[in-house]
């Protein structure tokens, strides 16, 4: 598996100044997602040359975090399927090629099954700021425990959100999409998906 949710870099955060990597600078709180700074991809191998990768734009997440004993912190993440951007180069192909791989059966069917979810079951830490989150992960109406490699980017402080923490996560994670039904185009497009986030948190007031 390579390092949660391509390159997933959760990278965060040098606001205002340095950020603290020590866990104990850390304040134990429920953190929502700041949805400016936060980056959801997906990525497949097409015809085993070079990956294709696509952009969730709709999605929304929080961490119940707890800093002096990582494995009790738990995440919950929903993403909205049919919210995505891809490169198509002309822009009224764009237009039908994203709507077809947002609700097409063949695809993420987003019209029948609107969400992605990802909650938390589990969390193992593997390194002072490293670990590997378990969670369910249900999509297209299947659901199928997944793990996630994290890493914890660090702490920084904004001056404009008081006393608050932002942290940051990079996280990624490998999924064959035939187990959630999605066998189109095997194997011109790979089974495997790669599962990319990089984003920021920010303490709940």
């Known amino acids: 598996m390579r390092s949660l949710f391509p390159a997933a870099t959760m990278a965060l955060i040098l606001v205002g100044g340095a950020s603290a990597q020590s866990l104990d600078e850390t304040a134990e709180a429920n953190y929502s997602l700041d949805k400016g700074h936060a980056f959801l991809t997906w990525t497949v191998m097409h015809n085993g040359l070079s990956g294709y990768t696509v952009n969730f734009t709709d999605f929304d997440a ?6 002096a004993n990582p494995v009790e912190s738990t995440i919950s993440l929903t993403i909205n399927p049919v919210a995505l951007e891809t490169n198509y180069p002309d822009p009224e ?4 090629w994203e709507e077809e791989l947002a609700t097409d059966d063949k695809f993420l069917n987003g019209d029948e099954h609107p969400e992605i979810t990802f909650v938390s079951t589990g969390v193992e830490q593997t390194g002072d700021n490293t ?5 369910d992960l249900t999509f297209r109406g299947v659901t199928q425990s997944v793990p996630v490699e994290v890493t914890y980017n660090g702490t920084g402080n904004a001056p404009w959100f008081g006393e608050r923490d932002l942290i940051g996560f990079d996280a990624v994670t490998t999924i064959s999409r035939s187990d959630f039904g999605v066998t189109a185009m095997v194997p011109m497009i790979s089974d495997e998906v790669v599962i990319e986030f990089s984003g920021e948190f920010l303490q709940d007031e």
């Open 62 to 67: 929080d961490i119940d975090f707890n800093p």
């Open 93 to 96: 192909k764009k237009i039908e």
């Open 131 to 135: 670990g590997i989150v378990t969670g």
